[in-house]
């Protein structure tokens, strides 16, 4: 390994040091589900997927003590563009860092951070955005659960700047009458809903590039390119024109989305839904609560059982459904051009 040597509070033999996400994975999973695993659960299927698609560019950095990795942090900065939007290299996200549960609070998080911030900021990023990443882990810093309030402590003693909560929502399909949530037809004449077909790849990158030409605009064309199953794809028509998608998901998705990143928490049929919108020219009309209840059919009728839609503020419009509150989120930012408050 042969990186410089740091100190660390009570633990003077650590080092840091470029690490290869993809050939530690073993020592990576192992460290992340001592931390995080009965929250957050990670397996490589997930983190091979994520690591292997991002295109952004990447900085992965490992504490060793001795031959073992005792943390780890993965941070990203903003080098490709996102549909029809312009480049943002001065954005960048802090993904994930993680540190042995039996080495906190010795100064491996805080060195791990610092060495990070300033490779970032060297490459031109002025704001570090906690999760939010494309392939990200997490929508926010986890608000609940066994890790939330030291992480808390430790991203504001870093100077982290808090913001709005998000949710994980959660429903059992196999539970929740969906036929008697049906939405009422309010003028819906030449509307469908159906899977994405071998004929819509045109009329899908129009109404993207149209109504969402960001990240759901690449995240969704990456994923057909990446080998998503076109069921996992619900499409509104106006006709022949695309006015509405969704985005689903099971076990056996090619492509996993954040709505099954948890499934080893969600029983042997888990499901998930997300992203979800519809063209603005036809908001109004119940036509995303029509989407919304057709696509939850769809995986009901393949078997999903608990199905969670992820990174959403939209609780009474999925509570239609019946789905609560699973997961809690907060957004931080960082402004890398101020330094850090001590």
């Known amino acids: 390994m042969g990186g410089k040597p740091i100190r660390t509070g009570s633990n003077p033999g650590v ?12 020592e990576i999973l192992d460290l992340w589900n001592s931390r995080l695993g009965r ?5 490589e299927r997930l983190l091979m997927q994520n690591l292997s698609r991002e295109t952004n560019r990447t900085r992965c950095l490992g504490a060793w003590q001795g031959k073992s990795l005792v943390g780890f942090i993965l941070c990203k900065q903003h080098t490709k563009r996102l549909g029809s939007e312009e480049t943002k290299s001065e954005e960048g996200n802090l993904s994930a860092i993680v540190v042995s549960p039996a080495l906190g609070r010795t100064g491996i998080g805080t060195a791990l951070l610092s060495r990070a911030e300033a490779d ?4 031109g990023v002025r704001r570090l955005h906690l999760g939010e990443d494309t392939y990200h882990f997490f929508p926010g810093a986890p608000a609940d659960g066994s890790e939330a309030k030291a992480l808390e402590g430790f991203l504001a003693s870093r100077g982290f700047e808090p913001g709005a909560l998000c949710h994980d929502m959660i429903g059992d399909l196999g539970g929740i009458d969906l036929e008697s949530l049906a939405p009422k037809d ?10 994405y077909g071998k004929g819509d790849r045109a009329a899908l990158s129009a109404f993207l590039s149209r109504t969402f030409p960001g990240r759901w605009y690449q995240d969704t064309m990456e994923a057909l390119d990446a080998g998503m199953r076109p069921k996992d794809l619900i499409l509104m028509k106006d006709g022949s024109t695309v006015i509405g998608f969704a985005r689903i998901y099971d076990g056996e998705s090619p492509v996993l989305g954040p709505g099954v990143y948890w499934r080893a928490l969600m029983g042997g049929s888990p499901g998930g839904l997300g992203p979800i ?3 603005e020219a036809y908001r109004g009309r119940g036509l995303g609560l029509r989407i919304l209840h057709e696509s939850l059919m769809a995986l009901k009728n393949r078997g999903a059982a608990v199905t969670v839609i992820d990174w959403t503020t939209h609780l009474g419009f999925y509570g239609k459904m019946g789905f609560g509150i699973w997961k809690n989120y907060r957004h931080y930012t960082k402004d890398l051009t101020q330094g850090t408050r001590t």
Request: proline fraction near 9%; hydrophobic fraction near 30%; charge should be negative.
């Open 15 to 26: 080092s840091i040091e470029d690490l290869d996400p993809a050939k530690s994975r073993g």
């Open 39 to 43: 929250d957050f659960p990670l397996d």
């Open 120 to 123: 970032l900021s060297s490459l």
């Open 186 to 195: 309010e003028g819906w004449d030449g509307i469908t809903v159906g899977p």
């Open 277 to 279: 919108g519809v063209d």
